[in-house]
């Protein structure tokens, strides 16, 4: 026997999976919890990284935590986070360095592994020299080299690593290439070695050599992006003294892939309010970098335009895998 319901019995039931629906939980809204960032650096990487930590906290309104993952250039932090759960909880603070460790073969996944968030600032490398040498500019530089028929020590912070690639694009586009011998050391010490006479030049980020070259110690001859850094403003590029040479690093916030739209569109809007905060542009006068916001779907043309880049100049620099 069948039974039916009447208007009111239909109208009761309605009424209560009204009140069913009411009464469960709203859907959380992220971030329920700590976001943890990967650092991949130290030096002005990790500086950078600490700030900018701190200033999304305060726009997501839940803490963002800085975790030093080094090692392998790149390679054991971009594992990290590739493994983790796409839910906007682990965040790695990535760089090209997820181009020339793929290519480098350090890597057994490329930058398609990460959706990209956005793009938060630049770098240009600078290359110093002790003020002893006596090279104002790069002509003095390779000339001097030419002559003495010697070999020189280079600093660089480590094999493959992004000092690394730049300084053999350099003294190659010089002529000086095959005269330069790498040597690797730690985060930070490249004045301590150029002062120290250890090695005779060194190609790295211009926060560390500023104080240097204000006391008159050292001398930064070249930079090597496509216009001269705001910190060093008469320093001039090395195409502007003859030689084809345009590398920056940009760094920027990476997510695992298949991260949801909305999580990725609410880490964009905190990290655009940290780049654009007056805290976040004074550090930049103080540390020695270039505020660049882009957003995700910006900063992941950028990665993929860079991707073949690199790939092109490490296998033209015989350093691919």
Same mark, same amino acid.
Do not use: H, R
């Given at each position: 026997m069948m039974s039916t319901l009447s208007?009111?019995?239909? $109208?009761?039931?309605?009424?209560?999976v009204f009140a069913m629906g &009411?009464?469960?939980? &709203?859907?959380?809204?992220?971030?329920?919890?700590?976001?943890?960032?990967?650092?991949? $650096?130290?030096?002005?990487?990790?500086t950078i990284a600490q700030l900018l930590s701190e200033l999304m906290a305060e726009e997501l309104g839940s803490p963002v935590v800085p975790v030093s993952r080094t090692g392998g250039g790149g390679a054991i932090g971009y594992a990290h986070v590739q493994s983790m759960r796409p839910d906007g909880y682990n965040v790695v603070w990535n760089s090209n360095s997820i181009n020339t460790s793929y290519h480098l073969g350090t890597l057994p996944f490329n930058y398609e592994a990460f959706d990209p968030v956005a793009q938060?600032?630049?770098?240009?490398?600078?290359?110093?020299?002790?003020?002893?040498?006596?090279?104002?500019?790069?002509?003095?530089m390779a000339a001097a080299v030419k002559e003495s028929g010697e070999t020189y020590n280079i600093g660089i912070s480590g094999k493959g690593s992004f000092t690394h690639l730049t300084s053999v694009a350099l003294f190659n586009a010089m002529g000086i290439g095959d005269q330069m011998n790498y040597i690797s050391y730690g985060d930070g010490k490249a004045p301590v070695e150029l002062l120290a006479g250890r090695i005779d030049a060194a190609i790295q980020w211009p926060g560390q050599f500023l104080s240097y070259v204000e006391s008159g110690d050292l001398s930064v001859i070249a930079s090597t992006g496509a216009d001269p850094v705001s910190v060093l403003p008469d320093v001039e590029t090395a195409q502007a003294q003859g030689f084809d040479v345009d590398i920056s690093m940009w760094r920027g916030i990476a997510v695992p892939k298949g991260t949801p739209e909305e999580v990725i569109v609410k880490l964009e809007e905190a990290a655009k309010s940290a780049v654009e905060s007056e805290k976040f542009q004074s550090a930049a006068q103080n540390i020695g970098f270039e505020p660049s916001f882009k957003g995700h779907a910006e900063f992941g043309e950028v990665i993929a335009e860079d991707d073949a880049f690199y790939a092109s100049l490490l296998q033209e620099l015989g350093m691919t895998n």
């Open positions: 208007k009111g019995g239909i $109208f009761a039931t309605a009424l209560a &009411a009464s469960l939980p &709203a859907k959380a809204e992220y971030p329920e919890k700590p976001v943890e960032m990967t650092v991949l $650096f130290g030096g002005t990487a990790n938060i600032s630049v770098e240009v490398p600078v290359l110093a020299v002790s003020a002893d040498k006596g090279w104002t500019n790069l002509e003095e």
